[in-house]
């Protein structure tokens, strides 16, 4: 009787104190601080220094005597960078409204059982596996009015054929849509056809016994339920859209002239090889205002969705 009762002592106060964390507990904490002070420092440390710098007079190198908004209303007055908002609001436009449509037509195409599924998958998938780099510079030669396409459609016979939307200022934008929409297309329809995967098949069921088409049921019950993969599609091509910069570099370095700039370009121009990093400063926080106006809500209704839950 007296060891139980000396053991229930013991458990009473070993239960009384705080547990002792062991090495164990402690390393994958240990482990992931680095990581998590280099985030910090230097994802959200640098936004922030990004944020100050575009308050001053920064030329060459960074300095601290604040003018205000000076640098914004530089930055609002500056024809190359309304010819880049221009360009962002065409191209990111087109690129994601293409993008969802041709996504959702090839996820409905795959979901249909068809033979060789993984294998058209892979093929539709394989574009995204590429860097926009690649994709620009197999584009440039595509696009090319000497060696592309126009080149081998007068070489079939048509001799008036003429494509030469890459010289042309007023088009050049609309060859950097068709390169983004081809590599990103297959990645929505990867995003859709999970989508589809996951939707109740009692639900598709139950349509086609009230004798509902297969037309009418994707329209009135399939895709409706999809608009969660709808907002996460429309905030990544959003996001993708905002920061091009690779693509335009290597297809057309934003020429002819700067006709095809759009804001990542501008940016890196005036901040790195023109030495007006105040100015390409106030560019940068401009995109991340953009992103930050797509992303808020995204995260508000994914949040306020858990706590319905």
Same mark, same amino acid.
């Given at each position: 009787?007296?060891?139980?009762?000396?053991?229930?002592?013991?458990?009473?106060?070993?239960?009384?104190?705080?547990?002792?964390?062991?090495?164990?507990?402690?390393?994958?904490?240990?482990?992931?601080?680095?990581?998590?002070?280099?985030?910090?420092?230097c994802i959200y440390g640098y936004m922030i220094w990004t944020a100050v710098l575009s308050f001053t007079n920064s030329r060459m190198l960074p300095t601290y005597k604040f003018v205000g908004f000076d640098q914004y209303e530089r930055l609002f007055m500056n024809d190359r960078?309304?010819?880049?908002?221009?360009?962002?609001?065409?191209?990111?436009?087109?690129?994601? +409204?293409?993008?969802?449509?041709?996504?959702?037509?090839?996820?409905?195409?795959?979901?249909?059982?068809?033979?060789?599924?993984? %294998?058209?998958?892979?093929?539709?998938?394989?574009?995204?596996?590429?860097?926009?780099?690649?994709?620009?510079?197999?584009?440039?030669? +595509?696009?090319?009015?000497?060696?592309?396409?126009?080149?081998?459609?007068?070489?079939?016979?048509? !001799?008036?054929?003429?494509? *030469?939307?890459?010289?042309?200022?007023?088009?050049?934008?609309?060859?950097?849509?068709?390169?983004?929409?081809?590599?990103?297309?297959?990645?929505?329809?990867?995003?859709?056809?999970?989508?589809?995967?996951?939707?109740?098949?009692?639900?598709?069921?139950?349509?086609?016994?009230?004798?509902?088409?297969?037309?009418?049921?994707?329209?009135?019950?399939?895709?409706?339920?999809?608009?969660?993969?709808?907002?996460?599609?429309?905030?990544?091509?959003?996001?993708?859209?905002?920061?091009?910069?690779?693509?335009?570099?290597?297809?057309?370095?934003?020429?002819?002239?700067?006709?095809?700039?759009?804001?990542? *370009?501008?940016?890196?121009?005036? %901040?790195?090889?023109?030495?007006?990093?105040? +100015?390409?400063?106030?560019?940068?926080?401009?995109?991340?205002?953009?992103?930050?106006?797509?992303?808020?809500?995204?995260?508000?209704? !994914?949040?306020?969705?858990?706590?319905?839950?």
């Amino acid at each position: 009787m007296n060891k139980i009762a000396a053991k229930a002592g013991s458990g009473a106060t070993q239960a009384g104190r705080p547990a002792r964390l062991s090495l164990a507990d402690w390393m994958p904490k240990i482990v992931m601080a680095p990581t998590a002070v280099a985030a910090i420092v230097c994802i959200y440390g640098y936004m922030i220094w990004t944020a100050v710098l575009s308050f001053t007079n920064s030329r060459m190198l960074p300095t601290y005597k604040f003018v205000g908004f000076d640098q914004y209303e530089r930055l609002f007055m500056n024809d190359r960078w309304m010819v880049a908002l221009s360009n962002l609001g065409v191209f990111g436009g087109l690129f994601i +409204l293409i993008c969802l449509f041709l996504g959702v037509m090839l996820a409905i195409f795959l979901d249909q059982k068809i033979r060789a599924e993984g %294998a058209i998958r892979t093929i539709y998938l394989y574009p995204m596996a590429i860097s926009f780099i690649v994709t620009g510079t197999a584009w440039k030669w +595509l696009l090319n009015p000497t060696n592309g396409i126009e080149k081998m459609m007068i070489e079939f016979g048509f !001799e008036d054929f003429r494509f *030469n939307w890459l010289s042309d200022p007023d088009m050049v934008v609309y060859c950097l849509v068709i390169a983004a929409v081809w590599q990103a297309s297959g990645f929505v329809m990867a995003l859709f056809l999970a989508g589809l995967r996951g939707v109740d098949g009692e639900m598709i069921k139950a349509a086609q016994l009230d004798g509902a088409s297969t037309f009418t049921t994707y329209r009135r019950i399939i895709l409706p339920s999809l608009k969660p993969v709808f907002f996460s599609a429309l905030v990544i091509l959003s996001h993708i859209a905002i920061k091009s910069f690779d693509l335009v570099a290597a297809l057309t370095n934003g020429g002819p002239g700067y006709s095809s700039d759009l804001p990542a *370009n501008f940016m890196y121009a005036h %901040a790195f090889t023109r030495s007006q990093i105040g +100015l390409g400063a106030a560019s940068a926080m401009v995109m991340l205002g953009c992103v930050l106006a797509i992303l808020i809500p995204y995260l508000y209704s !994914e949040l306020r969705g858990e706590r319905h839950e």
